[in-house]
């Protein structure tokens, strides 16, 4: 059986993914909470996905 909080580490972020329902996971990146999905597969892409997009936008140019 599978633990109910597991954590990944994506460039410099560490996405935190915990099952709080039978159907329902909880997304957080940098201890902040993101998003919430009803299976892990889904949740640990989006919290990859948002962990990268926010090392892109980290080191993107920034224009005034």
Do not use: K, N
């Not at 915990?18 to 940098?30: A, K, Y």
């Not at 902040?32 to 949740?43: D, H, I, K, L, M």
């Amino acid at each position: 059986m599978r633990s109910h909080c597991s954590t990944v580490s994506v460039g410099r972020h560490t996405v935190f993914i915990e099952r709080i329902e039978p159907l329902r996971w909880r997304v957080s990146v940098d201890g902040q909470r993101f998003a919430t999905f009803c299976t892990e597969s889904r949740a640990r892409a989006a919290g990859r996905l948002e962990a990268r997009r926010l090392d892109f936008s980290a080191a993107a140019p920034r224009f005034r």
